[in-house]
């Protein structure tokens, strides 16, 4: 890039930005996941000036729409508890919006416009036609019985249904909605519509759920970093791994790590990390499979039960030595010290089961140290392509084999990595990831939305 064209895109971006701050105060996830795929996108966009003279990047910050509706539900003494819900619909450009719900105390409408503004980018990148929403409320599920995350669900969904669709949006599960809280949202879609339609997906597989599903996003950002180290004549077999979080990502990033013949030492959850310096074996694997998805229990129960397992308390796993990192948990788990640390020990490849869990410091730093960096949006984006692909096999009326979904998941994995390489590669050997993913996810948008009209 030119010095001039450097400065020009600096300006545009530091201008641009004010405007999203000043329009969407308080919201500074948003903020952060804007200027991250911004920073990336302003020499593109000035080297094709039919982007900035139609205002995309305008256009595509500003939601579709969001809704915001209050969940009043009933504990199981018979107490009254209000929630909030939301969705925002980002961008119908290539095909119904499609995205996660995340139930957790922290959920706000700022957090969901971040993740509904990557969504849109992601979804892209898988090649299927799919937009970008996001959705949730700040309604804790840990510690409430079934009977009210039942009842909960079917109030959150009594408000929501008006606005999705299996043509219109169709919403997944994220942090806190796993498939128990799917299937009673689908549930009462069903019960409230009076018929069965595709309008949720991470359903059980008895009613309309796809093979491969659950372990979608694990395995895809797996497959995803053994493309980046191919890249480089490499592969998984023999490294070591952290994987952080212990739950739907991080569980199947695990399996798949142990199946490609990877040492993984580390998973976590909220205060702290389970470390087992010889590597999870598949006794360990099965055991937080239970402990987490079935009995919904505390890692603290794995150090205990386990011989050489410790649990590291107030800590995340990033200190200890490995040649991968998988961070599989929530947003800013990797800040800008913890990605010199990582890079100080080694780490040759770092790739994002969860959205946006590296902050702008932490990414420079990979960058500028050439590691390979997978950021969320490509990495983790096998989760939302087997959604699409369950989405297509509810409209056919069929399932498809195990096999023939997770041959589906890896050829997909693969195109995403090669539209990065595409529109990443420096021309020195070094892939840019982040510029790969944002350019090639926003290029595919964009040239929709101008097709349709000025909107
Ligand atoms: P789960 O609810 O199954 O698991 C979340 C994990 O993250 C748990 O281990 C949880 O620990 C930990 N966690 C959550 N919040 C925090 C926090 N504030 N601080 C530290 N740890 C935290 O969610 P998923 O595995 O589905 O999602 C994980 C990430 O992956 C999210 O960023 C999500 O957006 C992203 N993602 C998920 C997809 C999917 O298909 N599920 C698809 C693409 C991305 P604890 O249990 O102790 O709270």
């Known amino acids: 890039m030119s010095d001039t064209l450097e400065r020009q895109a600096q300006r ?83 095909g119904p919006y499609k995205g996660g719900l995340r139930f957790h105390p922290s959920v706000t409408l700022g957090t969901l416009k971040f993740l509904a503004f990557e969504q849109v980018f992601k979804n892209a990148l898988t090649t299927l036609p799919m937009g ?15 009977r009210e995350v039942m009842r909960f669900c079917q109030s959150f969904m009594t408000a929501l249904y008006p606005y999705i669709g299996e043509d219109v949006d169709v919403p997944a599960g994220d942090i806190g909605v796993g498939g128990r809280e799917v299937s009673y949202l689908f549930g009462q879609y069903k019960r409230i519509t009076e018929r069965w339609a595709g309008v949720m997906t991470g ?18 950002t797996v497959y995803f970093v053994e493309e980046m180290l191919k890249e480089r004549g490499d592969s998984a077999a023999g490294k070591t791994a952290l994987v952080s979080g212990s739950g739907n990502v991080a569980i199947y990033c695990v399996e798949k790590l142990l199946h490609l013949g990877s040492k993984v030492v580390t998973v976590s959850e909220y205060d702290g990390f389970l470390h087992i310096p010889d590597g999870f074996t598949e006794e360990h694997l099965e055991y937080l499979k239970d402990l987490k998805e079935v009995r919904r229990g505390r890692l603290t129960e794995m150090a205990e039960k386990f011989s050489g397992a410790s649990y590291v308390e107030g800590q995340k796993p990033w200190g200890v030595k490995a040649d991968l990192a998988f961070p599989c948990a929530t947003q800013n788990e990797i800040v800008g010290d913890e990605a010199k640390l990582l890079v100080d020990n080694g780490i040759i490849a770092v790739a994002e ?99 349709c009209g000025i909107m």
């Open 203 to 220: 359903k059980g597989l008895s009613f309309g759920g796809s093979p491969i599903r659950t372990e979608a996003t694990g395995y895809g």
């Open 353 to 451: 089961g969860a959205n946006m869990p590296t902050n702008l410091d932490g990414i420079h730093i990979f960058l500028n140290s050439k590691v390979l960096y997978g950021p969320g949006k490509a990495a983790n984006a096998g989760g939302v392509a087997v959604s699409g692909l369950e989405q297509t096999q509810n409209a056919q009326r069929l399932m498809w084999t195990r096999e023939e979904v997770d041959a589906r998941l890896h050829d997909i994995m693969k195109k995403i990595h090669a539209q990065c390489v595409q529109y990443g590669h420096d021309g020195n050997g070094y892939v840019n990831y982040v510029k790969g993913a944002n350019v090639g996810g926003f290029a595919k948008v964009a040239d929709a939305v101008l097709s």
């Open 12 to 94: 545009a971006t530091a201008e641009f930005m004010e405007g999203v701050r000043a329009r969407n105060p308080g919201q500074p996830e948003f903020h952060q996941a804007v200027s991250e795929v911004v920073d990336w996108l302003m020499p593109f966009i000035l080297e094709n000036p039919r982007y900035q003279e139609n205002a995309l990047l305008e256009r595509l910050t500003e939601p579709d729409r969001s809704y915001t509706f209050r969940v009043a539900w009933e504990d199981d003494k018979g107490g009254v508890h209000v929630n909030r819900g939301w969705r925002v619909q980002m961008s119908n450009a290539i």
């Open 132 to 146: 970008g929403g996001k959705g949730g409320s700040n309604f804790d599920p840990k510690g409430k019985s079934d």
